[in-house]
């Protein structure tokens, strides 16, 4: 899959503090702004919200 600058790669961490991510890519036409998304956190083992680090 080639990269490309309208779908970049970018990294979810865990706002729960335990430092967990998850690697995924967005659209940046559709999502400009960080993107927010309610993810499973293997280490608290509940679901908290993933904010796009930069």
């Known amino acids: 899959m080639a990269r490309n600058e309208l779908r970049p790669v970018i990294k979810l961490r865990s706002t729960a503090g335990t430092g967990h991510t998850y690697v995924t890519t967005k659209n940046r036409r559709n999502d400009p702004d960080r993107l927010t998304l309610r993810k ?15």
């Open 40 to 54: 499973y956190d293997p280490i608290v083992r509940r679901h908290v919200d993933y904010r796009e680090e930069r």
